[in-house]
T-cell receptor
């Protein structure tokens, strides 16, 4: 089984709908991240969490919210989806004990907002 | 703000040949880490190689190696004996020590491997 899983893998929704993307990990890592990838661009950070009680905004957090339900679960919500939120979304995890803070990525969720 | 630039949107290489992908970055930090990630059509982000800025020795991982020039803020990736499975998007990424520990990514280079 994959260490970092994301559900759903693909989602099509309509403008104005609320949608939640879920991320779970079995790596035992404390740090979790949500990134967004747009065509022709690299990944950009939306939110990050260093533990259950620590949640921080990234560079493009407007229009998004997150919930860290447990050490292993980190969800991203779009309260009212809009077309320019159409993108590929990645969850990542890392271990504070790793000096590299290597980030391990989930398989991504492709979201289309019509 | 830190930025990462990959000046080659696309590159191609013949199977078994060598190719070098370029990456430059801008930072005022002295302690940081650099990474190359591969994204095949499956869209999974896969770490290829990583480098600590305080180490002068260039990192190598099998057919993959880097040329790290700290003063020039350059971090190129060399792929030797290219294989069809190397075809993918390659992203250079930077992380500084502290703060969000976030990765700052370049826009990527699409590598095609010709048989």
């Amino acid at each position: 089984d994959a260490d970092v899983t994301q559900t759903p893998r693909n989602r099509i929704t309509k403008t104005g709908k609320r949608i939640m993307l879920e991320c779970s990990q079995t790596k035992g890592h404390d740090r979790m991240y949500w990134y967004r990838q747009d065509p022709g661009l690299g990944l950009r950070l939306i939110y990050y969490s260093f533990d259950v009680k620590d949640i921080n905004k990234g560079e493009i957090s407007d229009g998004y919210s997150v919930s860290r339900q447990a050490q292993a679960k980190f969800s991203l919500s779009l309260e009212s989806a809009i077309p320019n939120q159409t993108a590929l979304y990645f969850c990542a995890t890392s271990d504070w004990r790793d000096s590299f803070n290597e980030q391990f990525f989930g398989p991504g969720t492709r979201l289309t907002v019509l | 703000a830190q930025t990462v630039t990959q000046s080659q949107p696309e590159m191609s290489v013949q199977e078994a040949e060598t190719v070098t992908l370029s990456c430059t970055y801008d930072t005022s930090e002295s302690d940081y880490y650099l990474f190359w990630y591969k994204q095949p059509p499956s869209r999974q982000m896969i770490l290829v190689i990583r480098q600590e800025a305080y180490k002068q020795q260039n990192a190598t991982e099998n057919r993959f190696s880097v040329n790290f020039q700290k003063a020039a803020k350059s971090f190129s990736l060399k792929i030797s004996d290219s294989q069809l499975g190397d075809a993918a998007m390659y992203f250079c990424a930077y992380r500084y020590q502290g703060g969000s520990e976030k990765l700052v990514f370049g826009k990527g280079t699409k590598l095609t491997v010709n048989p």
